[in-house]
């Protein structure tokens, strides 16, 4: 392992540099787009040294991204510093911290012997996240309030509140932001380049189980620090022995779906096959460390709603990457021609457009109509879709107003997404004669997308939409048919 290893500025070697053949990497990327997954980028780095880095536009190396769950790892970092300062202990039991958020009738048994060590291995007494069961702004509050199911520390459930009640313990004890705290004691010192930014609960505590937003090199520099046993450039900058706990197995996780969930959990960061540990947000934004070889994978996604989507990741990377590991330790000659096309096409990735034609002759006979739609869940009442050259715009009312959705035909279109106001790439095409199918990406801090499909039949409509992301799309799913307007 690289001990010292550190980016200093940002360079990408040739692959062959590091012993991985420029078309395994190529083979790599075949495989994701193969699957069907939706990627923002990657980043590849062995021996220290950046050898491959992609970007899927509009995605780009300086696009502040929505981490998900990778926050429950600095999170972690962030617990293992204090203990450190000797402002805690993880063997600490996590009431004595916060006594005003408990109930005035005295805290359940389960969730008084509940230690801080219990809470970062997931192995909390509630049977998921708390704030999600109880209607309460103080998401704090809500972990000592709602009633537990079980022992402490007797078995794996994935709850985020104990990474949210983690994250405020972090706020209460260092008198600062959470990121405050770790721009301080950790970002800075990596380099970082201050795209960072942290969701906060209704209250304003961070949301220390999924609200990171920051860029793709900045989760890879953070990871290969923790892969070096916490060192970077030749500092140690996080306790060694906490990191090394914290990447290692602490809790059996066999009851999980997936394989790469099943090798064990350590103090909020995964284990994974190949002796690696993983730092895993939803959707596929991962931090893939494998230590007997020297390398990390970090990537950006929206898989959400593709089954094993991000086990799909997992695939590529021991399929195409990991033989060349095991096999080759130093560098390679450099596959010109290879090169080149690996070049080529990281040049040309993007978010793919939906598939199918880009001209149906119904677009003539609806173009501009007016459609009434009959009471729906969705709130529309009406739409209508105007095309141009190689885009469309759909144009709709709802129970918040006249909103409309443009998109590209081939290409995606970026625009604010109605009624969440966030930032969003659109396409469509046509998938039969009739049947027109739309998908918006949200690529803001609230990564998911819409999908919509809008059939013509003589003088009807009928919109089917599903949305796959939080509550904040929840009116973009359902049905609705209705005739087009008669003058």
Same mark, same amino acid.
């Given at each position: 392992?690289?001990?010292?290893? @550190?980016?200093?500025?940002?360079?990408?070697?040739?692959?062959?540099?590091?012993?991985?053949?420029?078309?395994?990497?190529?083979?790599?990327?075949?495989?994701?787009?193969?699957?069907?997954?939706?990627?923002?980028?990657?980043?590849?780095?062995?021996?220290?040294?950046?050898?491959?880095? =992609?970007?899927?536009?509009?995605?780009?190396?300086?696009?502040?991204?929505?981490?998900?769950?990778?926050?429950?790892?600095?999170?972690?970092?962030?617990?293992?510093?204090?203990?450190?300062?000797?402002?805690?202990? *993880?063997?600490?039991? *996590? /009431? &004595?911290?916060?006594? &005003?958020?408990?109930?005035?009738?005295?805290?359940?048994?389960?969730?008084?012997?509940?230690? *801080?060590?219990?809470?970062?291995?997931?192995?909390?007494?509630?049977?998921?996240?708390? $704030?999600?069961?109880?209607? /309460? &702004?103080?998401?704090?509050?809500?972990?000592?309030?709602?009633?537990?199911?079980?022992?402490?520390?007797?078995?794996?459930?994935?709850?985020t509140s104990a990474s949210h009640v983690l994250a405020a313990l972090v706020e209460r004890l260092s008198g600062m932001s959470l990121l405050d705290y770790l721009k301080i004691k950790v970002l800075d010192k990596l380099g970082c380049t201050g795209e960072f930014r942290w969701l906060t609960d209704p209250v304003g505590v961070s949301m220390g189980g999924s609200g990171l937003i920051c860029t793709?090199?900045?989760?890879?520099?953070?990871?290969?620090? @923790?892969?070096?046993?916490? =060192?970077?450039?030749?500092?140690?900058?996080?306790?060694?022995?906490?990191?090394?706990?914290?990447?290692?197995?602490?809790?059996?996780? /066999?009851?999980? $779906?997936?394989?790469?969930?099943?090798?064990?959990?350590?103090?909020?960061?995964?284990? @994974?096959?190949?002796?690696?540990?993983?730092?895993?947000?939803?959707?596929?934004?991962? =931090?893939? /460390?494998?230590?007997?070889?020297?390398?990390?994978?970090?990537? *950006?996604? &929206?898989?959400?709603?593709?089954?094993?989507?991000?086990?799909?990741?997992?695939?590529?990377?021991?399929?195409?990457?990991?033989?060349?590991?095991?096999?080759?330790?130093?560098?390679?000659?450099?596959?010109?021609?290879? =090169?080149?096309?690996?070049?080529?096409?990281?040049?040309?990735?993007?978010?793919?457009?939906?598939?199918?034609?880009?001209?149906?002759?119904?677009?003539? #006979?609806?173009?501009?109509?007016?459609?009434?739609?009959?009471?729906?869940?969705?709130?529309?009442?009406? @739409?209508?879709?105007?095309?141009?050259?190689? #885009?469309?715009?759909?144009?709709?009312?709802?129970?918040?107003?006249?909103?409309?959705?443009?998109?590209?035909?081939?290409?995606?279109?970026?625009?604010?997404?109605?009624?969440?106001?966030?930032?969003?790439?659109?396409?469509?095409a046509w998938v039969d004669e009739n049947t027109l199918h739309l998908r918006s990406y949200i690529i803001d801090e609230l990564p998911g997308n819409v999908n919509m499909s809008l059939t013509f039949m003589d003088n009807t409509v009928t919109i089917a939409m599903k949305r796959i992301a939080e509550d904040a799309l929840k009116r973009y799913e359902g049905f609705a048919s209705g005739e087009w307007?008669?003058?």
């Amino acid at each position: 392992m690289s001990k010292n290893g @550190c980016f200093g500025e940002w360079v990408v070697v040739p692959p062959e540099t590091v012993g991985i053949p420029s078309k395994a990497v190529l083979n790599f990327i075949d495989e994701l787009e193969y699957a069907g997954l939706c990627m923002h980028g990657f980043v590849m780095v062995r021996y220290g040294k950046v050898f491959a880095e =992609a970007y899927y536009a509009p995605f780009h190396a300086d696009f502040p991204h929505r981490m998900f769950s990778i926050s429950k790892s600095f999170t972690s970092v962030a617990i293992g510093l204090l203990q450190e300062e000797g402002k805690l202990s *993880i063997n600490d039991r *996590i /009431c &004595d911290y916060f006594p &005003d958020k408990l109930p005035a009738g005295g805290v359940h048994p389960y969730i008084a012997k509940t230690t *801080i060590r219990d809470m970062l291995r997931m192995a909390s007494p509630h049977k998921s996240t708390t $704030y999600k069961l109880m209607q /309460c &702004d103080d998401w704090v509050k809500t972990f000592f309030h709602v009633e537990p199911v079980r022992y402490p520390g007797t078995s794996f459930v994935y709850d985020t509140s104990a990474s949210h009640v983690l994250a405020a313990l972090v706020e209460r004890l260092s008198g600062m932001s959470l990121l405050d705290y770790l721009k301080i004691k950790v970002l800075d010192k990596l380099g970082c380049t201050g795209e960072f930014r942290w969701l906060t609960d209704p209250v304003g505590v961070s949301m220390g189980g999924s609200g990171l937003i920051c860029t793709l090199r900045d989760v890879t520099r953070f990871a290969l620090m @923790c892969m070096n046993d916490g =060192a970077y450039n030749g500092q140690q900058i996080v306790p060694r022995d906490y990191i090394r706990e914290a990447t290692s197995k602490q809790i059996d996780t /066999c009851l999980q $779906y997936n394989i790469e969930e099943r090798q064990g959990y350590g103090y909020q960061f995964w284990r @994974c096959r190949n002796n690696g540990f993983a730092m895993y947000g939803m959707g596929g934004q991962l =931090a893939i /460390c494998l230590p007997d070889y020297d390398f990390i994978l970090t990537t *950006i996604a &929206d898989n959400q709603g593709i089954p094993n989507g991000v086990q799909g990741i997992y695939a590529a990377l021991w399929n195409n990457i990991l033989p060349h590991l095991k096999e080759n330790k130093g560098s390679i000659p450099v596959d010109k021609k290879n =090169a080149e096309m690996l070049a080529e096409r990281i040049s040309k990735l993007e978010v793919k457009p939906v598939e199918g034609s880009k001209k149906s002759a119904k677009v003539s #006979e609806i173009n501009g109509r007016r459609y009434i739609l009959a009471p729906n869940q969705m709130g529309i009442s009406e @739409c209508r879709l105007e095309f141009g050259k190689d #885009e469309g715009t759909l144009y709709y009312t709802n129970e918040t107003g006249s909103h409309q959705i443009s998109f590209g035909i081939g290409h995606m279109k970026q625009q604010i997404f109605p009624d969440i106001n966030l930032l969003s790439i659109t396409s469509a095409a046509w998938v039969d004669e009739n049947t027109l199918h739309l998908r918006s990406y949200i690529i803001d801090e609230l990564p998911g997308n819409v999908n919509m499909s809008l059939t013509f039949m003589d003088n009807t409509v009928t919109i089917a939409m599903k949305r796959i992301a939080e509550d904040a799309l929840k009116r973009y799913e359902g049905f609705a048919s209705g005739e087009w307007e008669t003058v």
